[in-house]
């Protein structure tokens, strides 16, 4: 039975992760492909997540990955977080990695490009089910196995799929696992949602931002807004190399050259 996620009460929050500008001669070799949409990824951790309505699913995993003794979280019940493409998914699941890795913990992690996952290791601290909707027959008998063992060695799994539990097409026994914890449907953040972290951000850091240049931004860009700011971050570093305010001309500029 799935336990639907408590709505995040109060107004919408916002998690900002603020660095000093970029070093001009980062090398990114994938910077001409962000037009694609491919985006600029930043290190995942849970204060570089901007929650927004999601803040409950956020809360919740930062209380399950504090909460440890020693490399095993408290709460062996399991955790599926599912939404659509750019919701966050990944960046928290890649959190509680992060998490339970500073505290000394390794985890089982299974994706859908791994093609021959390995046996469950007794010593990991949890399984970590990305991207679940995509499995093939052998990645859900190895996820099915890893989350058996882990439940009889009480230790967490956090799974995550775009589509919720009863609409998975997975093998039974492994669907209905996956769903009988906590669930959290995460939302994409709405374009004023991204506007207004952008806008904030850019004048945390004494940037001015044009309605144009963040229009640009958002309609050319990755929905992402993690891949949002690190380009932000970016262009604050290409702007002071070229003494050039962010403008349209400076962020094709950026492009061409990088």
């Not at 990114?28 to 309505?53: C, E, N, V, W, Y």
């Not at 099915?144 to 799974?159: D, E, I, K, P, S």
Request: charged share 20%; no cysteine; aromatic share 8%.
């Amino acid at each position: 039975m799935e336990a639907p996620a408590t709505e995040a009460a109060g107004p919408i929050e916002f998690l900002l992760i603020l660095r000093a500008p970029a070093a001009p001669s980062m090398n990114l070799p994938g910077m001409k492909q962000l037009a694609l949409d491919i985006g600029i990824a930043t290190g995942p951790s849970f204060d570089a997540f901007f929650a927004g309505p999601n803040e409950a699913a956020l809360r919740h995993l930062q209380v399950w990955a504090g909460g440890a003794s020693g490399p095993v979280p408290h709460s062996p019940v399991p955790t599926y977080l599912w939404g659509e493409s750019a919701s966050g998914k990944t960046h928290l699941l890649e959190s509680v990695r992060v998490a339970l890795r500073e505290q000394g913990a390794s985890v089982g992690w299974l994706h859908a490009g791994l093609l021959e996952p390995p046996e469950f290791d007794e010593r990991w601290g949890a399984v970590l089910l990305d991207d679940v909707h995509l499995y093939t027959a052998v990645q859900q008998h190895a996820a099915f196995n890893w989350f058996v063992n882990a439940q009889t060695l009480q230790r967490g799994v956090v799974a995550a799929g775009a589509l919720p539990p009863a609409d998975l097409p997975l093998r039974e026994d492994l669907r209905t696992r996956l769903g009988w914890g906590h669930v959290f449907h995460l939302h994409v953040l709405s374009e004023s949602e991204r506007r207004a972290v952008l806008r904030q951000a850019a004048d945390m850091r004494g940037v001015m931002l044009s309605d144009d240049v963040l229009d640009y931004m958002l309609h050319r860009f990755s929905r992402d807004l993690g891949s949002l700011m690190e380009l932000l971050n970016q262009l604050d570093g290409y702007a002071l190399q070229t003494q050039r305010a962010i403008t349209i001309p400076l962020i094709r500029s950026m492009l061409e050259n990088e």
